[in-house]
C-alpha cells in the first residue's frame, strides 16, 4: 500500500499542474482583468481612483486628465477598453502594480514557485494576504459542510437501506417520489423557498434571512451563543441537506440491493441465519464499502461547490462567497490561490478515499494494481 500511496503522490504533481495551467490561460485571456477594472475606475473618476497607486513621479492625477486630441492619441494604441485619454505611462504603472509588464509564462512560473512555498501574496482589491482571507473564511465554510455532510450521511444511510429491503412497496414508491424531487430541484432554489416560508419573506419569521450569528453574539452565554448558531444555520444547512441526500439514498439503496443477490447471501440464508443477521452481518459491510469510502470526497463537494451559492444567498461571509467576489472583482491571487489549494485538498482526498477502502474492506489491494 505505501508503494500505491507514494505512486499517488507524485501523480498528484501533473495533474495539479496542468489544472493550473488550464484555468491560468483561460483567466488570463478573458477580458475585463485587474488593469481593465483599474481603468474603467479611473475613467470614471480620474482624481479618487488614482490615489490607489499615485506614488513617486510624475504627478499621476493630472496625466489620467484628458487635453483634447492629445491624450487621445496617446490611449489610441492601448489594447485595453476604456483606456481612451488616459497618459500610456499610467497604463505601463497599472500593469506593473499587477505584475502584467512581465509575460504569461514568467507570470505562471513565478506564481507557481510562490505557491510551491505556500506564498499565495495579497489580494488587488482587499489589502490583506490571501492565506488571512481564506482563514478567516474558512470557519463558516467548514461548519457547512460538516453538518451537512453528517446530516446526509446520517438520513440517507438508513432511508437507502429501508427502500433496499422495501423495494417495490408502498413506502419505496413514496420515497423515492420525495428523493426525485430532491434530486431534480437544485439546492438553491430550496433555499429560496425557505427563505419566503420560514425567514420573513411572506409566510413565517422564524429564523434570520443572513448571517451566522447575531450582532450582540459576543454578549451572549455559551448555550445561547450555541443556540444562535444553530439558529442561523438551520435554513442554510437544511437547503443543501435536501439538495444533496437523493444521489446518495439512491447509491445505497442500489449497493443493497446488488449484494443481496449475491451467492453468499442465499447461502447464509440456507444456513438458517436470521434477516437482520444476514443484513447487517454480511451485507451491510459490503453494500456501505463505495458509500464509506466515498465520505471525503462528498465533503470536499460540498465544502467547495455545495455551498457557494447557498453563502451568497444566505450572505454567510465563507469561502463560496470570497470566490464569488474574487471571480467578480477579477481579484486573481485570491481566485488562483483557492484553486491551488481545494484542488491540491481534492486529489489528497481521492487518496484518502482509497485508503479508506482498504480499511473498509482489507481484501481490496491497490498495490497489485498499475496507475
Request: hydrophobic fraction near 50%; charged fraction near 15%.
Amino acid at each position: 500500500m505505501l508503494a500505491y500511496i507514494v505512486r499517488r503522490l507524485f501523480l498528484i504533481i501533473p495533474t495539479l499542474l496542468g489544472i493550473m495551467i488550464i484555468n491560468f490561460v483561460i483567466v488570463q485571456l478573458a477580458p475585463g482583468g485587474p488593469v481593465e477594472q483599474l481603468i474603467a475606475e479611473l475613467s470614471g473618476e480620474a482624481v479618487g481612483a488614482t490615489e490607489r497607486f499615485s506614488g513617486g513621479g510624475a504627478d499621476v492625477n493630472q496625466q489620467t486628465q484628458p487635453s483634447g486630441g492629445a491624450a487621445g492619441d496617446r490611449g489610441s494604441n492601448t489594447t485595453y477598453r476604456g483606456a481612451q485619454g488616459l497618459d500610456p505611462e499610467v497604463i505601463k504603472e497599472i500593469e506593473r502594480m499587477f505584475g502584467f509588464d512581465k509575460p504569461m509564462h514568467e507570470r505562471f512560473l513565478l506564481m507557481m514557485g510562490n505557491y510551491i512555498q505556500f506564498d499565495f501574496g495579497e489580494s488587488y482589491f482587499r489589502d490583506r494576504r490571501v492565506v488571512d482571507l481564506v482563514i478567516e473564511k474558512m470557519p463558516v465554510s467548514i461548519s457547512l459542510g460538516l453538518w451537512t455532510t453528517l446530516l446526509v450521511y446520517l438520513i440517507s444511510i438508513p432511508l437507502g437501506i429501508a427502500k433496499a429491503t422495501r423495494d417495490g412497496s408502498r413506502f419505496d414508491v413514496w420515497t423515492s417520489g420525495v428523493v426525485i424531487v430532491g434530486y431534480a430541484v437544485p439546492s438553491f432554489i430550496f433555499a429560496v423557498l425557505l427563505i419566503v416560508v420560514f425567514s420573513g419573506g411572506r409566510y413565517l419569521d422564524w429564523f434570520p434571512l443572513r448571517g451566522l450569528t447575531s450582532d450582540n453574539f459576543d454578549d451572549l452565554g455559551r448555550v445561547e451563543q450555541a443556540l444562535d448558531y444553530l439558529w442561523h444555520i438551520t435554513l442554510p444547512v437544511l437547503a443543501l441537506v435536501i439538495g444533496g441526500f437523493a444521489t446518495l439514498t439512491m447509491l445505497t439503496k442500489n449497493s443493497f440491493l446488488d449484494q443481496i443477490g449475491q451467492q453468499y447471501v442465499l447461502t447464509a440464508r440456507a444456513k438458517g441465519l436470521t434477516e437482520r443477521r444476514v443484513l447487517y452481518g454480511h451485507v451491510f459491510r459490503n453494500a456501505m464499502l463505495i458509500v464509506i469510502a466515498g465520505f471525503p470526497g462528498a465533503f470536499v463537494s460540498i465544502l467547495f461547490t455545495g455551498a457557494l451559492l447557498i453563502e451568497v444567498i444566505f450572505s454567510l461571509d465563507g469561502l463560496g462567497l470570497l470566490g464569488f467576489e474574487a471571480a467578480l472583482s477579477r481579484d486573481y491571487p485570491v481566485m488562483f490561490a483557492t484553486l491551488y489549494f481545494f484542488t491540491l485538498l481534492g486529489l489528497l482526498m481521492q487518496l484518502v478515499g482509497d485508503i479508506t477502502y482498504t480499511i473498509v474492506d482489507p481484501r481490496i489491494d491497490f498495490e497489485s494494481r498499475e496507475t
